[in-house]
């Protein structure tokens, strides 16, 4: 994976040799680094620890982890060598709770896994699968783009939240491949980026990628989003998705649901952009697990303690909006509408 030329967006994850090269992303915007996983504990390491993050992207990390997994193996026959995966799969499903895509890339990689009865036959077609995931991400956030592309007119003002960019997917992002295929469509667009407290995605890193590829973009903390929308300096609101449900609630990054019921308020229309791998049409509610993250991510700023010892600290990483805030879904197949239990279902039952 080469370092990117100024224009060329940034590639976060890629299958290289027998490893999987990806951008160490708890290293921006100071410097872009990249680090290989050799097996899959590295991966499952670089989830925790968020050197990659953002739901497509760790749906494809966790997918490579298992072809990894049976690259790497020494079983010589299929029982043995599933049962080897089955290990890995549930050591990778653990290291993040709240997105779905997650146990998406994992299960394509399982599947594929069962197709076969020879262990080397297991190997090649894990690996492909898996590199198949990744090219497939780029074609799809490009595709949802241009939907949401339609959505944005010239001269508008944008806003998201966390970063839903090339740095959350393989390449090009959601939430930002819509502004990017709105600007390659010739349209002047501005972006507002939320810092997006506590772990700055919004600056660290949605900021690091717009500024790379030279789009307009200024960054507000987290709590200018109601001034801003009241003085009408935003037009629009685009952010991506960890998981949506078959009732149209939106799992997203913690604060999501404030900049949704603000933009609701003064008539902004806000949009939801991710891929069908995002949708998850079996659960309620009431059964998905809110990642809680460290304290210290609450406590301090690099090093620098920001609170007082002994305060109780209560740090959830993603929060829910309802459907009634949400003015539409992008996905790759268009933009979905409400009413989202009705559309999604006919969506899906026609993706069959
Ligand atoms: O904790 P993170 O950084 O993994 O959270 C990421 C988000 O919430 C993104 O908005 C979401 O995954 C959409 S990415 C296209």
């Known amino acids: ?31 872009l680094e990249y680090i290989t996983c050799k097996n899959y504990m590295d991966i499952a390491d670089a989830i925790k620890k968020l050197a990659i993050r953002g739901a497509p992207a760790i749906g494809v990390a966790a997918a490579m982890g298992l072809a990894l997994c049976a690259n790497n193996s020494t079983c010589n026959n299929k029982a043995k060598m599933m049962e080897e995966l089955g290990l890995a799969y549930d050591i990778l499903l653990k290291t993040r709770p709240t997105a779905i895509n997650l ?36 074609t799809t956030n490009k595709l949802l783009g241009k939907f949401g592309s339609d959505l944005i007119n010239d001269g508008e003002v944008v806003m998201t939240h966390c970063n839903a960019g090339a740095l959350a997917t393989v390449s090009y992002g959601t939430a930002l491949g819509v502004i990017r ?45 109601g001034y801003l929308m009241s003085n009408k300096m935003i037009d629009k609101v685009v952010v991506g998705a960890d998981r949506i449900l078959k009732s149209g609630h939106v799992f997203n990054k913690i604060g999501t649901y404030q900049v949704a019921l603000l933009a609701k308020v003064h008539n902004i229309p806000f949009y939801v952009a991710a ?69 999604l279902r006919s969506l899906f039952k026609s993706d069959k």
């Open 275 to 343: 891929p069908l791998s995002t949708f998850d049409m079996d659960s309620n509610k009431e059964d998905i697990v809110i990642e809680e993250r460290s304290a210290d991510e609450v406590v301090k700023i690099g090093e620098k303690r920001i609170a007082p010892v002994g305060v109780r600290i209560f740090n959830p990483a993603f929060d829910v909006t309802s459907p009634e805030l949400i003015a539409g879904i992008i996905t790759e197949k268009g933009v979905i509408y409400p009413p989202y239990e009705l559309n």
């Open 181 to 225: 295929s709105a600007m390659e469509a010739g349209k002047k667009i501005s972006v507002i980026a939320t810092e997006t407290r506590p772990v700055m995605q919004g600056s660290r890193l949605t900021a690091f990628e717009l500024v790379q590829d030279g789009i307009d973009v200024s960054l507000i903390p987290d709590t200018a989003v």
């Open 1 to 31: 994976m080469a370092m990117p030329n100024k224009g060329d967006y940034l590639t976060t994850i890629a299958w290289e040799n027998d490893g999987v090269k990806m951008i160490d992303q708890t290293k921006l915007p100071e410097s």
């Open 103 to 138: 146990k998406w890339g994992l299960d394509k990689v399982f599947e594929e896994a069962k197709k076969y009865d020879r262990v080397d036959d297991i190997k090649k077609n894990t690996i492909l699968e898996a590199i198949k995931m990744s090219h497939d991400d780029i």
